[in-house]
């Protein structure tokens, strides 16, 4: 059983910066991918980036240029480094980590971005 835990959400300007943390716990295999999601009210929960143990990245088309992941693999930790933020990154992020075909998740951390 994996447990995620999430921070570094918070309320910035349009055009600010913010950095999100994933620490994973209780894993004594290697979690092959994590990343984060979001899910903005009234809308689906949507894959903003994602990492590999293998070190290959995947983003979301809204976010490319803007947004960096990254990982920790001693630390089982997950980053993402929010640059450039718009009024529609406005959303609850998802920390995800998928291991042995099985997907896990955080509690979320709201991230609101003011105009």
């Known amino acids: 059983q994996v447990q995620l835990v999430e921070s570094g959400g918070g309320l910035v300007q349009a055009g600010g910066s913010l950095r999100l943390s994933c620490a994973a716990s209780g894993s004594f295999f290697t979690i092959n991918t994590m990343g984060w999601y979001r899910q903005a009210p009234g809308k689906r929960r949507e894959l903003v980036a994602q990492t590999t143990s293998g070190g290959s990245t995947n983003y979301a088309d809204s976010v490319k240029g803007r947004f960096t992941i990254s990982r920790d693999s001693a630390k089982n930790t997950v980053y993402l480094q929010m640059n450039s933020l718009k009024p529609e990154d406005t959303a609850v992020y998802y920390c995800?980590?998928?291991?042995?075909?099985?997907?896990?998740w955080g509690q979320g951390t709201q991230v609101t971005v003011s105009s």
């Open positions: 995800n980590a998928i291991q042995l075909g099985s997907a896990y």
